[in-house]
């Protein structure tokens, strides 16, 4: 993917307007903010070349990422080391999550679906109906948990085996977020993001074609969340996405990770470099970069004070807010 140049960044600006998209109605304005992002950046050892397209953090000080070729990492000192896992598989790993220090999924290319319960020492490859590749993740419990990926895959774990679910459109999806066991959204290419309050039984449209794709999902609570994607799209909802705003911080690279910390503090990370920080739930974003060139796959913000993002060539920075707010 071409890296594009960031435009610089004018006096602050508003533009607002009514725009329809498929099922949803989404509210459009663009914001510009010269205001400078707090804290640095800092660069961590991956030891690894690898293209890294996932990365969690349980707390301040326990995380995992993974990428391209089956190579995954992990630290339990802030990333101030990273290990390698041997995951024994040479297929790209495009999503995971763990739920502690020993269990925890991996998805990825060609199907790959893998459960581990020693740390990822050992990997249990589970068994999907068809090869597509699955890029997103989601498990609000142990118990529960969805996969989804191209050509419309989507699978739910019920606790013993994974089935598969059907959405209302045949697309693929790239982003998956529950905030419980019964609510979730999913998200991915012609701007669709699609929402269940039922496990997955039955899954709506609640809006499309705001932009050619969302890349990644980020929800706080059951009414607050956020969906980013090409072109520099922002989408946000504060009513369980029965509307969306469509916010903006006048960039037009593409847009591949969002977290919040609470529906205040968030970080996106994008095309050539690109990190974007907002204190005010994206009212206003601040546009900055992590000190690389290379494009940024995702973000980890599991505190108020701390974020870690991944992306090509084995990138890890860490973000530590210098004044966290109590």
Known sequence: MPHRTLSALVLLSAVAASLIFGAGLVRAWTVRSPSAIPGHWQPQTSHTASNLYAVQFLDDQMGFAAG?????????VAGADWAALPTGFDRDILALHFFDANRG???????????????????????????????????????????????????HFNGLSWVMQTLPLSLSIYALDFVDAQQGWAAGRDGAIFH????GQTWIVQTQGATAALYDLDFVDAQKGWAVGANGAILHTVDGGRTWDLQSANVDADLFGVAFANSSLGWIVGE????????????????????????????????????????????IRRWRHPNPPP
């Open 68 to 76: 391209a070729g089956g190579d995954a990492l992990f630290t339990r």
């Open 105 to 155: 999924w991996i998805a990825g290319r060609a199907g790959l679906l893998a459960f581990t319960a020693d740390g990822g020492q050992t990997w249990q490859t589970q068994v999907t109906q068809f090869p597509a590749d699955l890029r997103a993740l989601a498990f609000p419990a142990a118990d529960a948990g969805w996969a989804a990926g191209d050509d419309a895959a989507l699978y």
């Open 196 to 199: 269940t309050a039922n496990r």
């Open 272 to 315: 050539g470099g690109l990190v974007l920080f907002t204190e005010n739930g994206g009212a206003t974003w601040r546009i900055g970069e992590a000190g690389v060139g290379f494009d940024l796959r995702d973000v980890s913000y599991p505190t108020l004070a701390d974020a870690w993002l991944v992306g090509d060539a084995g990138v």
